[in-house]
């Protein structure tokens, strides 16, 4: 919030008086985000939109941290999860946590094996949840 575009690279990020801009949304297509990398997401209090594309690091551990991300818990709405390899049921599960989220886009995940199973689960801990897969 703030700036008219996006901003694409972390060393570019604006300066000035704390507060003028806010991280609204999330773009780590091609990224080398790891586990690692998201406790800088604690205390991110504005994002609402996450997209995790060809992400070769992210694993379940991945998505269970940014699930245990309290200022996340409340302010995801929206989250795509695509060609990450290292994704099994048990990362996606995780998910449960993220209370607010009301999108959840999931594509090329060879790692979900059980894909009935795991969706009704998920569906259950999040009925508001819009649930979107191209899984085959």
């Known amino acids: ?9 972390y060393n570019g990020l604006p300066t000035g008086p704390l507060g003028r801009y806010k991280i609204e949304a999330i773009n ?3 990224s080398c985000i790891m586990y ?5 997401l604690d ?3 504005h994002v609402t939109d996450i997209k995790l594309e060809k992400c070769m690091y992210i694993q379940d551990e991945c998505l269970q941290r940014l699930s245990q991300t309290s200022t996340l818990q409340k302010s995801l709405q929206q989250l795509k999860i695509i060609s990450c390899g290292n994704v099994t049921d048990k990362g996606i599960l995780a998910l449960h946590k993220l209370t607010n989220l009301e999108y959840l886009y999931l594509s090329d995940l060879p790692g979900i094996r059980e894909k009935e199973t795991t969706f009704r689960v998920l569906q259950q801990a999040l009925p508001k949840l819009q649930l979107e897969l191209d899984l085959e």
């Not at 700036?3 to 694409?8: C, H, I, R, V």
């Not at 690692?36 to 800088?40: I, N, S």
């Open 28 to 30: 780590a297509t091609d």
């Open 1 to 9: 919030r703030g700036s008219p575009k996006w901003q694409q690279d």
């Open 43 to 45: 205390g991110l209090e």
């Open 36 to 40: 690692r990398g998201f406790e800088y």
